[in-house]
T-cell receptor, first 108, second 116 residues
Framework: TQLLEQSPQFLSIQEGENLTVYCNSS?????LQWYRQEPGEGPVLLVT?????EVKKLKRLTFQFGDARKDSSLHITAAQPGDTGLYLC????????FGAGTRLTVKP | KAGVTQTPRYLIKTRGQQVTLSCSPI?????VSWYQQTPGQGLQFLFE???????NKGNFPGRFSGRQFSNSRSEMNVSTLELGDSALYLC???????????????FGEGSWLTVV
């Protein structure tokens, strides 16, 4: 059983569409990270959120940490083919655990 | 500064052989952790080293082992390879005392191992 549940598992959309992916847990985390992994490469850190309710923006990406620090969401506006990849969330709570990821495909 | 460097990037081994993978962490990082990634299981934690000592270990058989050197470089070894060991092996480094400290971890590009 995954400590962190990510949904959806797969997502295929057209360029220009908006999307949201989720990372949920029953555990409270001191911080949570989002990574993007492209095929054949290692995960690359996108953002770290620390405070409950925190919202961080990275160009077209908006990350939100839940008020209770148990869940997080990633919203992408006007998706582009370059956003294609595996999006992983990882929660810190005296240890680091990863979700299984959301595999996003953005078609031109 | 240079990121996490892993070698080799790709390798093919036959069942029963052993393999050693190498990882050089980001300069100044003393914590190194290893992960196995497969399509079916996702990212699975193998072990973590800090100052040459293994601090945490995941649920993998004893065929998987690792070590860290005084310069923080790390190696992992898999003996008696099985077909199911085919995976992307990722190394990550972090400052502070690693995963449990809440410090962000930074991944290398990984070593692709195929066992035939």
């Amino acid at each position: 059983t995954q400590l962190l549940e990510q949904s959806p598992q797969f997502l295929s959309i057209q360029e220009g569409e908006n999307l949201t992916v989720y990372c949920n847990s029953s555990s409270v985390f001191s911080s949570l990270q989002w990574y993007r992994q492209e095929p054949g490469e290692g995960p690359v850190l996108l953002v770290t959120v620390v405070t409950g309710g925190e919202v961080k923006k990275l160009k077209r990406l908006t990350f939100q940490f839940g008020d209770a620090r148990k869940d997080s969401s990633l919203h992408i506006t006007a998706a582009q083919p370059g956003d294609t990849g595996l999006y992983l969330c990882a929660g810190n709570n005296n240890d680091m655990r990863f979700g299984a990821g959301t595999r996003l495909t953005v078609k031109p | 500064k240079a990121g996490v460097t892993q070698t080799p990037r790709y390798l093919i081994k036959t069942r029963g052989q052993q393999v050693t993978l190498s990882c050089s962490p980001i300069s100044g990082h003393r914590s190194v952790s290893w992960y196995q990634q497969t399509p079916g299981q996702g990212l699975q934690f193998l072990f973590e080293y800090f100052s040459e000592t293994q601090r945490n270990k995941g649920n993998f058989p004893g065929r998987f082992s690792g070590r860290q050197f005084s310069n923080s470089r790390s190696e992992m070894n898999v003996s008696t390879l099985e077909l199911g060991d085919s995976a992307l092996y990722l190394c990550a480094s972090s400052s502070g005392q690693g995963r449990s400290s809440g410090n962000t971890i930074y991944f290398g590009e990984g070593s692709w191992l195929t066992v035939v």
